[in-house]
């Protein structure tokens, strides 16, 4: 078994000043936390990976391809591969864990 404590995580991603930090890569899989300030723009492009996004914390808009809600606390978003998308209108601090299948990178 591995286990983690998002506060150890946020811990050692902030540590890294990183806005994301893989904590765990399986065969198949791959988990990691990812970290935009309220304000902040979201740099990221597609993925050749399947994702799922769920919301730990804070509040913004996510557009998925021509898709866009609005997510908070406890949202969970499912990512195709390939599908441009990105977080905007981040009005509180955004910390969100990805599952990523197959691994990222």
Excluded at 33 to 57: N, T
Excluded at 73 to 78: A, D, M, Q
């Amino acid at each position: 078994m591995k286990a983690f404590r998002l506060d150890e995580l946020e811990a050692e991603r902030a540590a890294h000043n990183g806005a994301y930090l893989q904590f765990l890569r399986e065969r198949n899989m791959s988990v990691g936390l990812y970290a935009l300030d309220a304000g902040e723009q979201d740099p990221q492009k597609p993925h050749r990976q399947d994702e799922v996004y769920f919301v730990v914390s804070g509040r913004a808009v996510l557009t998925v391809g021509e898709e866009t809600t609005t997510v908070g606390r406890g949202s969970v978003v499912y990512v195709p591969a390939n599908v441009p998308h990105r977080f905007h209108h981040i009005s509180e601090d955004l910390r969100v864990m990805v599952v990523f299948s197959p691994p990222e990178g």
